[in-house]
């Protein structure tokens, strides 16, 4: 097995507050190949952005500290790089696109003049150079009469055609590694459709690797190799995102997969009795981890005194999926036993 | 349905909003045209569309917190459109809005039991003395405690507050509840269990509602009926099974198209 692009170890993001700390990422470990796409989901507070932000260093505020771990990026550890190091990785091997293009983009500045000024910044291009380049980066990203739209103020954009120079501007440098946080939360339905499609394209053209997080298993489904899906500072589930999707197996994940509204394709008729979407009882709890146990237990259906005290193990079935659970490492022994008994 | 029973109609309704130049008012924005549509006693209706394609204008013009430029708002049998201050007072007892952020709905300085007995004390529906125990049998209804009548709005999560917002719009007791985007703020699994207390409250209380989104599977999942809104105007509507599995109108194909279901391919 060749290296992967991205292997992240045992990541802990920590943040002060009045309550202790929080451990908004508590031991999260995962790998992105070359040209991969991994969807990291979950809900609010589950630590998914705090992962990719904390990838590129980027949790400015003076309360959090990436607490122990490494992150491998082309063999080298970005926990180890100077400030001065990291502004070059930044924008140039590896690139963010956010939820909010309007926080991307200045807006007293031409969408040519910051697609140049990333390129001049990062590759050191003259001016010249840079134009054509920002020109080829709006083409790539399909914008519509792209020339033109170099003299643009993002004002003057829509919401989607915003996104898509955003988009341009973290591809301009050609990294290996885009980290997308929620990118197409903020879209209509049609236009987020869009943008899935250009990312799932630029992957496939040049070979960009992508971190996708996001809350909507329906963006992983439609663009993402493999997923992991995270509750409370923890990834509890991962594996190729057609397994997951169709045979979760930690209690959180089919809870998950089950509460979220589908369309139906059969027609109902009038009057039928409506029936009620699967729920999840409580809420996420603010992961500061006082104790052992499974932190999904007080919601979890399938709860057995173990959970409450003992963290749970870590369970493979199937080509590379794993799970966090007790229930499930029970079942899996119990077959186990079976096979050996059968077999003897 | 047998016997129509139109508790809300919209009648060619149109709002035009003028564009504010530097020297007054300029060329014209038409938000909504020929928007016409019933909804019947007792269901669930849809308003589709993307941002920008008139949905919220419609809605609050059927609660005439937005004034029509022309048309009719009918609401059992009186006309919205037309009613005296006095008259809409009264008529806003019967009517209530849920909208996506609760929490910005709130006053932050009051408690919220308080809030949620505001329009309880506004319609003079109970007792002063009975107000408290209305109050708290509310919260409870819709999945809050008792003692959290006392807390301040920043002390609940999103799931909580818009079970706030729930309480407050039926403590007047009303019979149209018009729910605004009120699940796309929250998270998947907080968004369950509020569409199952609406359709809880709704079964109960045999609400009507008006449900305004842009998640079609939400609309398949809570509507009987629906209407697909594009640039102001209304391209599609009908029983939700016509829309979803006969869609006429290539507005309505290309949302349909759109939407990602977290299926494996």
Redesign the interface.
């Known amino acids: 097995m060749t290296e992967p692009l991205l292997r992240v170890e045992n990541l802990q993001t920590h943040f002060a507050s009045e309550l202790g700390t929080i451990k908004a990422v508590d031991g999260v470990s995962f790998d992105i190949p070359r040209g991969g796409i991994l969807g990291m989901v979950g809900?609010?507070g589950s630590g998914k952005s705090v992962t990719g932000l904390s990838i590129l260093r980027l949790l400015g505020s003076r309360n959090a500290t990436i607490a122990g771990g490494r992150i491998m990026f082309r063999g080298e550890d970005l926990l180890t790089k100077s400030e001065a190091e990291m502004r070059a990785i930044r924008g140039g091997s590896i690139s963010m696109v956010f939820q909010n293009a309007m926080t991307s983009l200045d807006p007293f500045f031409r969408v040519g003049e910051q697609l140049v000024e990333v390129l001049r910044l990062h590759q050191g291009l003259s001016k010249k150079e840079a134009r054509e380049k920002a020109l080829n980066a709006l083409e790539l990203v399909r914008i519509p009469d792209p020339v033109a739209k170099l003299k643009s103020y993002p004002h003057q954009l829509s919401?989607g055609q915003r996104q898509r120079v955003v988009v341009a501007l973290a591809l301009a440098c050609e990294p290996d590694l885009l980290i997308a946080d929620e990118p197409t939360t903020a879209l209509?339905?049609?236009v987020?459709?869009q943008i899935?499609e250009l990312l799932q394209e630029i992957n496939q053209e040049l070979g960009t690797a992508i971190l996708m997080v996001t809350?909507?298993?329906?963006?992983?489904?439609?663009m993402c190799r493999t997923v992991a899906v995270m509750y409370a500072g923890r990834i509890v589930e991962h594996g190729d995102?057609?397994?997951v999707?169709?045979t979760p197996q930690h209690p959180y994940t089919r809870?998950?997969?089950a509460?979220?509204?589908?369309?139906?394709t059969e027609?109902?008729?009038?009057?039928h009795v409506?029936q009620?979407?699967?729920?999840?009882?409580g809420?996420?709890p603010l992961p500061l981890r006082l104790t052992d146990g499974c932190a999904f237990a007080p919601r979890c259906p399938e709860v057995g005194p173990e959970c409450w005290e003992v963290d749970p193990p870590t369970v493979a079935s199937g080509a590379g999926q794993e799970a966090v659970c007790h229930r499930r490492a029970e079942e899996k022994a119990a077959l186990t036993e079976v096979v050996q008994h059968v077999g003897a | 349905?047998s016997g129509r029973d139109v508790l809300v109609q919209a009648q060619d309704l149109r709002k035009v909003y003028a564009k504010p130049t530097l020297f007054g008012t300029g060329e014209e924005f038409v938000a909504v045209q020929g928007a016409t549509f019933d909804v019947l006693r007792g269901e669930t209706f849809g308003l589709i569309g993307?941002?920008g394609s008139g949905k919220t204008t419609i809605g609050r013009m059927l609660l005439r917190l937005v004034e029509p430029t022309s048309g009719f708002v009918g609401f059992d049998g009186h006309d919205v459109t037309r009613l005296t201050p006095k008259g809409m007072r009264r008529l806003r007892q019967r009517m209530q809005i849920v909208f996506q952020d609760s929490g910005s709905a709130f006053n932050p300085r009051r408690a919220v039991g308080e809030q949620v007995a505001f329009p309880m004390r506004q319609f003079d529906l109970c007792p002063k003395d009975e107000v408290r125990d209305r109050v708290v049998d509310l919260l409870e209804h819709v999945g809050l405690r008792a003692d959290q009548a006392d807390r301040y709005p920043h002390e609940f999560?999103?799931?909580q507050r818009q079970r706030l917002g729930i309480a407050r719009a039926l403590a007047s007791e009303p019979e149209f509840l018009l729910l605004d985007e009120p699940t796309s703020a929250l998270?998947?699994?907080?968004?369950?269990?509020i569409?199952?207390l609406l359709?809880q409250l709704q079964e109960e209380r045999h609400l009507t509602m008006l449900l305004i989104t842009?998640?079609?599977?939400?609309v398949?999942?809570?509507c009987?009926r629906a209407a697909v809104l594009h640039h102001g105007e209304l391209v599609e509507s009908g029983?939700v099974?016509d829309i979803?599995?006969k869609p006429q109108n290539e507005v309505t194909r290309?949302?349909?198209?759109?939407?990602?279901?977290?299926?494996?391919?």
């Open positions: 809900e609010s919401g209509d339905a049609t987020q459709k899935i809350h909507d298993m329906g963006v992983v489904a439609h995102v057609a397994d999707l169709r809870g998950l997969m509460s979220v509204p589908r369309l139906r027609a109902v008729g009038e009057g409506r009620r979407l699967y729920q999840i009882g809420s996420a | 349905m993307e941002s999560s999103g799931g998270d998947v699994s907080v968004q369950a269990q569409l199952n359709q842009h998640n079609l599977a939400l398949q999942h809570m009987d029983p099974d979803f599995h290309r949302l349909l198209d759109a939407v990602l279901e977290p299926v494996a391919a």
